[in-house]
């Protein structure tokens, strides 16, 4: 029997998505940095040479968005970290600013309708409000930041009529959307195995979107994920982002982990005879980024 042929499409596969809605992207990170430009710059009246200046920076700001993205498929985490991590600051930041200024704005609208039976009400003036914005924009940009960099559990308990009894607290570990890329690292990885090794799970599932970057980059840095320690073992699940970062490659890669993915199949978690089923679905959009397929070893022996 004849082995199957490569997809030629896969590396088209991982751009698709980008060549697709960087023309979106563009227009909306304009979009937003022109508003911002018209409430912190032209609507306060500064002096030709600042008014320039933080013209030029808010350009420069905009420009660095999709550059930033589109370089960062281009060269290895390691070395796009430099560019990247301001990069992403500054999108989180943009956001909190846009949050801010729509805020003002909404809250002018109702002081003009307010001011229109009331003259006396004071309204906010371009300073204040450009005040305003940067003051909470930055201060929430700032708070996410160090959130970002938090690690908290959150306990869920999930009542199921028909549980066995045997399986009465059985404890799922879920470890969701790490990203492990151009800003997350093997360092913070290193804080969520040891988090979840300390809560003495029965199994520990890895729900999508753990990497943003190749098998070949990030090797390194989820090697801790073979540190994991659950009573039935670590599983995976494809998200919409390892369709970008190489699918296939990270499903042959996290088996040698101790990580068992999980494509469209299940498996059972046997305690005293009564079984838990633990189901994996490829991410939807699989389908959409990626046309090549890649397998579990159990999946394999039996195609």
Request: hydrophobic share 50%; proline share 5%; glycine share 8%.
């Amino acid at each position: 029997m004849a082995a199957p042929r490569q997809s030629t499409q896969a590396p088209l596969g991982r751009w698709r998505p980008l060549v697709t809605f960087l023309p979106i992207g563009v227009a909306v990170v304009s979009g937003i940095h022109y508003y911002l430009w018209m409430r912190l710059v032209r609507d306060v009246g500064f002096p030709t040479s600042i008014d320039h200046a933080l013209t030029v920076m808010l350009v420069l700001a905009a420009a660095s968005v999709p550059t930033g993205v589109v370089a960062s498929r281009l060269v290895s985490p390691r070395w796009s970290v430099w560019w990247l991590a301001p990069v992403y600051v500054w999108i989180g930041t943009a956001f909190y600013l846009l949050l801010a200024a729509g805020i003002i704005d909404l809250l002018r609208l109702v002081l003009e309708l307010v001011a229109f039976e009331q003259p006396e009400i004071e309204r906010i003036g371009p300073e204040a409000g450009a005040f305003l914005i940067v003051t909470w924009g930055v201060g929430a940009a700032t708070l996410a930041v160090l959130e970002a960099r938090t690690l908290r559990v959150e306990h869920v308990e999930v009542a199921l009529s028909k549980l066995p009894r045997a399986l009465d607290g059985f404890r799922i570990a879920q470890i969701s959307d790490v990203h492990v890329g151009p800003i997350v690292g093997r360092r913070f990885l290193e804080r969520v195995v040891s988090k979840v090794n300390d809560l003495d799970a029965d199994v520990v599932v890895i729900t999508g979107d753990l990497v943003d970057g190749s098998v070949e980059d990030l090797a390194h840095d989820v090697a801790p994920l073979a540190s994991l320690e659950s009573t039935f073992g670590t599983f995976f699940v494809t998200g919409n982002h390892e369709y970008h970062a190489g699918a296939p490659e990270w499903c042959a890669h996290l088996p040698t982990l101790g990580v068992r993915v999980l494509r469209n199949e299940h498996v059972v978690l046997d305690r005293d005879g009564h079984g838990l089923d633990l189901a994996g679905i490829d991410d939807y959009e699989a389908t959409h980024l990626h046309r090549s397929r890649c397998q579990s070893r159990e999946s394999h022996r039996r195609a």
